[in-house]
């Protein structure tokens, strides 16, 4: 049995909590704000086959009472140099092989206002560590082996060291990006926001680098759609051939979609953003078009998940909303919006 914790996106806490509890041999303990502790028995693959979560760690400690005075910094200190290491190094180790004495890492998180940097509380656990490990402490994340992660909420502290390589939102297929493109850990929650299932047909009209549709694609979705920017499909293609996957990917125009009535069984989208995509006209009237495309181009039992910033815009009268929340994206707010026909 290993003690977990997930780190997802602030709003999806329950989709990331329903997506581990559908594994076997998964407890979950608690779901908190953008962290959800469980206890897994099953095999260790299979858990890092999550979608929806941003990172997983075991868990090392919970510390409680550590507040926003410098004087945190030395309880820190003092607190890691008790933390048992080797236990979760043996299961990190499982995942793939460790050196002798391999190289670390610490990141930290924190909410609430403290009198202490993040740098600070590194150097103050990272201190700690090596001094019972010996391990050699690296600033950079990337190259480390092993990654300590404080997950710091008010006065509680979560520790735990990262099962993985690196973190589960890292998909190996995003090699191109294109501005506002998606968290895959993001897309997962949209397609299980829209309950899509293999077989059934997926499309993102406004597909950017292809992220919502590889999600869908490796969940077992046929996948289709396009973008009306020429360098946006070309980084499509080329994440989808990283993913090794088959999409049928077209340059367009989402406001006019070369696709029949009722063609597919779910559209799934982050539309273009005021701030951070450029589009010809009057957000309103885009939104408009668009939203009575993708109604005409869904099934009778079809469903639509848009991410969006501006919720206000989204109107599909043929359709239901069965679902909206916010969630945190690039610093900023977001609203996802389900419909049902
Ligand atoms: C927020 S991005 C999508 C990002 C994507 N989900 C990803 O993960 O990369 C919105 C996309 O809408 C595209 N877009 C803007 N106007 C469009 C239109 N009229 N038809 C189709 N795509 C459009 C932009 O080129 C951009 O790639």
């Known amino acids: 049995m290993i003690n977990l914790f997930a780190v997802t996106t602030r709003g999806l806490e329950d989709v990331s909590a329903e997506e581990m509890a559908s594994l076997p041999a998964v407890r979950i303990d608690e779901v908190g704000y953008r962290r959800i502790a469980a206890a897994y028995a099953g095999p260790i693959k299979s858990v890092l086959a999550l979608r929806t979560v941003d990172d997983l760690f075991i868990r090392l400690a919970e510390w409680h009472g550590i507040g926003h005075h410098r ?8 607190l890691s140099l008790d933390l048992d290491l080797w236990q979760a190094a ?20 924190f909410v609430g206002r403290r009198n202490y940097t993040v740098d600070e509380i590194k150097q103050a656990v990272a201190g700690a560590i090596q001094a019972i490990s ?13 990654n300590i992660r404080l997950f710091m909420e008010h006065e509680q502290v979560y520790v735990g060291m990262r099962l993985g390589e690196r973190p589960l939102y890292k998909r190996a297929y995003k090699q191109a990006h294109v501005p506002g493109s998606l968290k895959p850990s993001v897309a997962a929650a949209l397609l299980r926001l829209g309950g899509v299932r293999a077989g059934e047909t997926v499309l993102d009209p406004c597909c950017g680098a292809g992220t919502i549709l590889i999600e869908a694609a490796q969940a077992g ?26 999409i049928d990917l077209r340059l367009w125009d989402a406001r006019r979609l070369p ?56 109107d599909l009268p043929a359709m239901r909303l069965t679902s909206e929340r916010t969630i945190s994206l690039f610093g900023q707010q977001a609203t996802i919006l389900v419909f049902a026909r």
């Not at 043996?90 to 998180?109: C, E, I, K, Y």
């Not at 010996?134 to 092993?146: F, N, P, R």
């Not at 396009?226 to 996957?245: H, I, P």
């Not at 063609?263 to 951070?276: E, K």
Request: hydrophobic share 40%.
């Open 90 to 109: 043996g299961v990190r180790g499982q995942v793939s092989r460790l050196s002798a004495s391999p190289t670390f890492s610490v990141s930290a998180n």
């Open 221 to 246: 979705a046929v996948a289709q759609g396009g973008d009306s920017a020429a360098a946006a499909l070309e980084a499509a293609q080329t994440n989808t051939r990283a993913a090794e996957v088959e």
């Open 71 to 78: 004087a945190a910094l030395a309880t820190l200190h003092q």
């Open 259 to 314: 696709l029949d009535a009722g063609a597919v069984d779910h559209v799934v989208s982050n539309l273009p953003w005021g701030r951070q995509i450029k589009i010809e006209i009057e957000p309103a009237r885009f939104y408009q078009e668009v939203c009575q495309e993708m109604q005409r181009v869904v099934s009778s039992r079809g469903s639509v998940v848009l991410l969006t910033t501006l919720p206000r815009l989204i």
């Open 134 to 146: 010996g391990w050699a402490y690296q600033t950079g994340d990337q190259e480390s082996e092993i």
